[in-house]
């Protein structure tokens, strides 16, 4: 068996290295290169289409292993079982992968061949086990199965950002698996995951700090799925969801970069595919570190991450916890040290307070708008705005509208003071309290609503004063022949 794990390894480093440099070279002459922009850390422009020298190394060792074991081994292709089972699906990931490097795809379409190629893979038996949070829901098992699948594929989509770091996070990952199936016999995973340590091994002699040829999408599409894949093959056995938590701590380093790429735009309102120099190895130049001392640092924590993964394997029952927690840990302390100004920000609203004022602000606007809408006469806006105003922190001063002044006019307006410009004759004066409970973005809104509202109040109550009753005149109708 061992010979065969060596066979597989070999051959696809070997093609791996003969692969690549072709590659390259027609990227080049069909001009299949990655441009450089503002978000981007290379100069020149890089070939971008490797991915098909490690997709080709990888299934081209597949392929000649497997027959020459069918040839000299006939009871080992049944091992191949596995890799039978993804090359379909993988094959799909990898041909929208290489449409995207040349066509620049739209996100939608690139997802609807990543949950179309996520099927396949469940169809063909590989999905997550149904551990105790899926029992009886083997529905919920499934579509929880293309998540997976989906956030390990665009995971190391979004982390191949330096040169090498995407192809050697997905090494460190493969090693981590291979080391694992080996430790549980898992022979069909060992058989899976062999052949990609090559072919990324050669790779990254071409790819490595200064690289002369990216992944692109074609390779880091399909090297997220496939290490999707092998997590589930990895996690097949375990009857509990702790059999997700070996693999998920080996993705742990781009998934922990997705992850906070969406929370991050989230939090700024931005769209969740909008590009950015925001990611880990983004914050790792941010701080000083030059390209190579950021990759190397992303590669430790790889290092750290799988072995702690590994960890799991002989820890059982009895120190499970302790391991879960000091990864924890220390994934919370090195996000801590990237100092995202959105995450601290957020921190800082959830640790003094600012959620629940901002959750009273937003009921005050609301409860003011409601007021504002059901008043019917100007003392009724006077009471809505008096009241809505104490409450969200300011000392209303006093208010004209309709040709009425509300308040007390003699009294001198404190500072600061806000004015609300209704119209030429009305307005409201609102002064803030000496220590305002709200912040200048949450008094926004309610400015805003309290403007809006009163406006629109504001020409009905002068329609309804100009406007005669319909009583006066047929008042008028029937006693005009009388004064005539």
Not at 184 to 193: C, F, M, P, Q
Not at 357 to 374: M, P
Not at 430 to 435: E, G, Q, R, V
Request: with cysteine; glycine share 6%; hydrophobic share 55%.
């Amino acid at each position: 068996m061992l010979f065969i794990l060596f066979l597989l390894t070999g051959i696809a480093l070997v093609l791996s290295l003969c692969f690549t440099p072709l590659v390259r070279a027609m990227a080049l002459k069909f001009n299949l290169v990655d441009v450089p922009d503002k978000r981007k850390v290379h100069k020149s422009p890089i070939p971008r289409i490797g991915g098909i020298a490690v997709s080709a190394a990888y299934f081209g060792a597949c392929l000649l292993v497997a027959a020459l074991c069918s040839y000299f081994r006939p009871d080992l292709p049944v091992a191949f079982s596995a890799i039978k089972s993804i090359a379909p699906a993988t094959l799909l990931i990898f041909l929208i992968g290489l449409a995207d490097d040349i066509l620049n795809l739209k996100p939608w379409q690139k997802f609807a061949v990543q949950i179309a190629a996520s099927v396949m893979v469940i169809t063909s038996g590989v999905h997550m086990g149904e551990s105790y949070l899926f029992v009886g829901h083997p529905v919920l098992a499934r579509i929880a199965t293309v998540i997976w699948l989906l956030a390990c594929t665009n995971a190391v989509n979004l982390i191949d950002g330096l040169d090498g770091l995407a192809a050697g996070i997905a090494l460190l990952a493969t090693m981590t698996t291979l080391i694992a199936s080996l430790m549980s016999g898992n022979l069909e995973l060992t058989i899976a995951t062999a052949p990609l340590a090559g072919a990324l091994v050669g790779f990254l002699v071409f790819n490595s700090n200064p690289a002369s040829i990216f992944l692109g999408d074609s390779g880091s599409l399909v090297l997220g799925f496939l290490l999707g894949c092998f997590s589930l093959l990895w996690s097949v056995k375990s009857a509990t969801l702790l059999g997700m938590a070996a693999p998920l701590m080996a993705l742990s380093v781009p998934l922990i970069d997705t992850s906070l790429a969406i929370l991050r735009r989230f939090l700024r309102g931005q769209p969740i595919f909008l590009p950015d120099r925001s990611h880990v190895h983004h914050r790792l130049l941010a701080l000083g570190l030059t390209h190579r001392r950021a990759v190397l640092f992303l590669y430790s924590a790889g290092l750290i991450a799988g072995a702690l993964s590994l960890s799991l394997l002989w820890a059982r029952n009895h120190g499970e916890a302790i391991i879960l927690l000091a990864f924890v840990t220390v994934a919370l302390f090195g996000i801590q040290k990237l100092g995202y100004p959105e995450l601290h920000a957020a921190r800082k609203i959830l640790l003094r307070g600012g959620l629940r004022r901002e959750i009273n602000a937003q009921l005050e606007v609301q409860s003011l708008q409601d007021g504002l809408t059901a008043a019917r006469t100007a003392e009724d806006c006077w009471a809505a705005v008096q009241l809505n105003s104490c409450q969200f922190g300011f000392e209303v001063v006093r208010m004209r509208l309709a040709s009425r002044t509300f308040g007390e006019p003699e009294v001198a307006l404190p500072a600061p003071t806000i004015r609300i410009a209704l119209s030429e004759e009305d307005w409201v004066d609102l002064a803030l309290d000496a220590n305002p409970g709200q912040q200048p973005n949450v008094l926004i809104p309610f400015v805003t609503t309290m403007r809006r509202a009163l406006a629109e109040k504001e020409i009905s109550l002068e329609d309804a004063v100009s406007e005669p009753h319909p009583f006066s005149t047929v008042f008028q109708n029937v006693a005009s022949p009388m004064i005539h």
